[in-house]
């Protein structure tokens, strides 16, 4: 299969594929194996087309054979974007920007069709300070990616890490010397691509022995050193950047409230947290979220933002299925939103290498291209992903619906006649859900397929999944009854 993506805005789904054969035959399933198209492709000089611009929104599988060969990929249909989605910073992504064969360009336009608004990358010091006090950037993938994000609708948030040889033995900074050098890095940095972006992260999981080796070691009091090196060079280079600090390992709220009562908060413009807890559902990785945004405002940083900068769920055998991944992913934003974040950025973009049994290999939204398929293959989550943000895009969190059982998860975005509603269980089996409308509703499915339910004595019930559902239309109550058989 040789076409350049397979990720396509509705109306331009065609695949191409090579054959020595006279024609192909060719399937596309969707999500639940269902024929949704089929036919024969001729060849012409060793290629074939496969036209199938008549797909709705979905998830798809595509099956071609010839000659005793058969090929299969996956692929995603999503609706054209209204034009607000890149407005909307809650919807973002890491890519680590150079680590991809060359193909950041395609994956950031793949990123733009999801309808993201950021992405997350390295900005390596070593890499760009090879000389003390002298920065290189040509050359350096961000260099070339940052503006090329930019163009795409997509703000960089760049990571500033890790070491330097010319400082601290080349460990995490530390010294006076180490730490003012770091945050003239960042200022550099910052004052470089403030045409694209004026945001840095200062540094990434400070708290984990992973990451930070350095003579102070991993506490909230060593870090504050480093925010306090880079705040205020960054805003005298940029007086309108916006330094991130935290980039915790793990939600750890007594390393956060130490670092608040250290007097943190004045060295940060928002506060960052990264979460895994794989294979548990997002509602249980993230419990301990609502009271780390409590913590947050309790220490006078009401109006700080948190951020989730890495959160995710790997395809592999001790993480979950494609589609666990693409079921978690939006409930993940959803229920991180509805406890206070203001920003979530999933890890990651693409699969880091090809090793099934490797966790890092197998966190991404697309799998890497091989001999048999070119491109890279979008999984299940990048359409539920794409359908969340076009259902959401320019409404904020407005509330939860007291729906009865706690596993029931039915969170309001927008007001008025914008109100969108997402509509879940958490729980194993699903749940006969109850809304109460004189209004026809219309749902769409975590696929993009839209459906219209007229009221039947002032009600409209839904069956609730572990799939979120997206509702629109006047609703004045929302009562979810006891488990339903499965």
């Not at 993009?448 to 009221?455: D, K, M, N, Q, V």
């Not at 004595?457 to 609730?464: E, F, H, N």
Request: overall charge positive; proline content about 6%.
């Amino acid at each position: 299969m040789t076409s350049p993506g397979l990720l396509f805005a509705q109306g331009q789904t065609k695949i191409t594929v090579s054959s020595d054969q006279s024609a192909v035959a060719w399937r596309a399933a969707d999500a639940q194996g269902r024929t949704a198209a089929s036919g024969t492709a001729p060849v012409t000089g060793g290629g074939a087309a496969i036209g199938l611009g008549g797909l709705g929104p979905g998830y798809y599988t595509l099956t071609a054979s010839a000659g005793g060969t058969t090929r299969t990929a996956g692929f995603g249909v999503l609706t054209a974007l209204t034009g607000d989605e890149h407005k909307d910073r809650r919807f973002n992504a890491n890519l680590h920007f150079g680590w991809s064969g060359g193909d950041d360009a395609k994956l950031l336009r793949s990123m733009a069709l999801i309808g993201m608004g950021g992405v997350r990358t390295d900005a390596n010091w070593a890499a760009i300070e090879k000389t003390p006090g002298a920065y290189t950037w040509s050359g350096y993938p961000i260099d070339k990616y940052i503006p090329y994000a930019a163009s795409q609708g997509l703000t960089t948030l760049p990571v500033a890490g890790y070491r330097n040889p010319h400082y601290d033995r080349n460990k995490t900074p530390s010294s006076p010397a180490g730490l003012a050098a770091f945050g003239k890095y960042q200022a550099a940095l910052v004052r470089k691509y403030q045409r694209q972006t004026k945001e840095v992260e200062v540094y990434n999981e400070f708290n984990s022995i992973g990451f930070n080796k350095g003579a102070c070691g991993i506490t909230a009091d060593c870090y504050l050193d480093m925010l306090r090196a880079a705040y205020g060079r960054v805003h005298a280079a940029v007086p309108d950047a916006q330094v991130v600090g935290g980039a915790l390992a793990g939600l750890r709220g007594d390393w956060l409230k130490r670092l608040y009562a250290l007097g943190g908060l004045k060295y940060l413009d928002a506060v960052s947290v990264h979460q895994y807890g794989f294979p548990k559902p997002p509602e249980q990785a993230l419990a301990a979220l609502p009271q780390l945004r409590k913590d947050l405002d309790a220490a006078g940083g009401r109006h700080k933002p948190l951020w989730m900068t890495e959160n995710g769920y790997p395809t592999f055998p001790g993480g979950v299925t494609p589609d666990a991944q693409a079921r978690y992913l939006p409930r993940a934003q959803l229920f991180s939103f509805a406890s206070g974040v203001a920003r979530y950025y999933w890890y990651d973009v693409t699969d880091d290498g090809t090793d099934p049994k490797n966790k890092e290999h197998n966190f991404g939204a697309f799998k890497r291209p091989t001999a048999a398929v070119k491109a890279w293959q979008p999984k299940p989550a990048v359409v539920t992903e794409g359908v969340l943000v076009r259902q959401l895009a320019g409404r904020a969190f407005a509330g939860r619906d007291g729906a009865g059982p706690a596993d029931v998860h039915s969170y309001r975005f927008g007001t008025g006649a914008n109100t969108v509603r997402t509509l879940w269980t958490a729980g194993s089996a699903p749940r006969t859900v109850t809304l109460t409308t004189s209004r026809p509703l219309t749902v769409t499915d975590q696929w993009g397929h839209a459906r219209t339910y007229a009221p039947s004595g002032g009600t409209v019930r839904l069956t609730a999944g572990g799939a979120v559902q997206y509702v629109k239309g006047p609703v004045t109550g929302v009562k979810a009854a006891g488990a339903d058989r499965p």
